[in-house]
């Protein structure tokens, strides 16, 4: 009889793909106000995304896989950041004074979000609750 695993508390990081190391980093500080930890020139952006942490990679880069596994992406990339729901109206109003079009809001069965592009044409979005079952 197979075991069960053991616990997980959740997600430590994840990662998106950039082209212009640069301009991610000026997008996810300025705009998204989240704090840059540390940098690899020309290959890596940490940040501080609440309890989490948010990796930018250069897929370039990191499909070479020299000191870890290699992984990369291209073509869009998604993820989905939470925020207080007070904060959820807030944030639309934000990304619009920074030029960032709004894509689409949809109501889901437990909260809403809305959707938008970072400059790398990664899809993110924003929910302003937990929106998948517990």
């Not at 989240?34 to 897929?59: H, K, Q, Y």
């Not at 291209?74 to 934000?94: L, Q």
């Not at 609750?129 to 517990?134: F, G, M, T, V």
Request: hydrophobic residues 40%.
């Amino acid at each position: 009889m197979a075991s069960s695993p053991p616990p997980m508390n959740g997600v430590l990081e994840t990662v998106l793909y950039y082209t212009n190391q640069d301009r991610a980093a000026r997008f996810y500080t300025d705009v998204l106000g989240m704090r840059l930890l540390d940098t690899e020139p020309e290959r890596s952006l940490f940040f501080r995304a609440g309890s989490s942490v948010f990796l930018m990679f250069n897929a370039s880069e990191t499909l070479q896989g020299r000191t870890l596994p290699p992984h990369g992406a291209s073509g869009s990339v998604h993820t989905c950041f939470v925020v207080p729901e007070p904060e959820y109206e807030p944030w639309k109003a934000h990304l619009a004074s920074h030029g960032v079009e709004i894509i689409q809001e949809v109501t889901w069965p437990r909260g809403l979000s809305f959707f938008f592009h970072d400059p790398d044409g990664n899809l993110l979005e924003i929910a302003n609750a937990d929106i998948w079952p517990r």
